[in-house]
């Protein structure tokens, strides 16, 4: 039989952090420049906070750091929002899905991080 080993992050490193006042600022720079047409990629949602991750391109070093248990995020930017909906309609019209992550421990810890720092 393979061995199975669950070896969780043991660090997360964010780069930059962007918080705005409403979820509806967050998805305007979101969608601030893309074309219409182009498919908005989801936002996540943990505890009142819907948030975006942009996370670090897959180099040796990126990958050595993955590898000792420690991600790196370029950027999160996050609003509050109290209550979780599938899905939040632009005023031009685009329907950008949420998804509700609170089963990630590891965004959970994200998200606590982020309310103690304000």
Do not use: C
């Not at 998805?27 to 505890?47: D, S, Y």
């Not at 000792?68 to 930017?77: A, L, P, T």
């Not at 996050?78 to 950008?96: D, H, L, R, W």
């Amino acid at each position: 039989m393979v061995k199975v080993t669950f070896m969780p992050w043991t660090e997360i490193v964010i780069h930059e952090v962007i918080g705005y006042e409403s979820p509806e600022a967050l998805i305007e720079q979101r969608i601030a420049g893309v074309p219409k047409g182009i498919p908005i990629g989801p936002l996540f949602w943990i505890n009142g906070i819907v948030f975006t991750k942009a996370v670090m391109p897959a180099t040796a070093d990126v990958i050595r750091e993955q590898m000792k248990g420690i991600v790196h995020y370029q950027s999160i930017e996050y609003a509050p929002m109290e209550k979780f909906v599938n899905s939040v309609t632009t005023q031009s019209g685009i329907a950008i899905p949420i998804i509700d992550v609170s089963r990630t421990e590891a965004l959970r810890d994200v998200v606590a991080a982020l309310k103690a720092r304000k």
